[in-house]
């Protein structure tokens, strides 16, 4: 049964940090991208930040230059993304994303809600 569990969302102020974790189980992940999406109200999803599992790059939106942060532990199947100086214009359901030959899995999404 493929799972994938997203954690660390939450509340927290302007210029603050989240980590957000998704770990995957129940499948193959071999050669693969795994980004992270958001979904901000009334607004379409948009990519954020992925990794590849083949070589490592990385990629991120413009908006998040320099304050987010992409990693992977693959022993564990976990995504992480690592986020700083947050600003309310962040605030956005994050969800995981596996992509790979023959499967394309999403986490539940989890709630980042960046306010003062």
């Known amino acids: 049964q493929v799972q994938l569990v997203e954690s660390g969302g939450g509340l927290v102020q302007p210029g603050g940090s989240l980590r957000l974790s998704c770990t995957a189980s129940?499948?193959?992940?071999?050669?693969?991208?795994i980004g992270w999406f958001r979904q901000a109200p009334g607004k379409e999803r948009e990519g954020v930040s992925c990794?590849?599992?083949?070589?490592?790059?990385?990629f991120y939106t413009d908006s998040v230059k320099g304050r987010f942060t992409i990693s992977r532990d693959a022993a564990k199947n976990t995504v992480s993304l690592q986020m700083t100086n947050l600003k309310p214009s962040d605030t956005a359901i994050y969800y995981c994303?596996?992509?790979?030959?023959?499967?394309?899995?999403w986490g539940q999404g989890i709630q980042v809600t960046v306010s003062s």
């Open positions: 129940g499948f193959t992940l071999g050669y693969s991208v």
């Open positions: 994303n596996f992509h790979g030959p023959g499967f394309n899995y």
């Open positions: 990794i590849s599992t083949v070589d490592g790059d990385t």
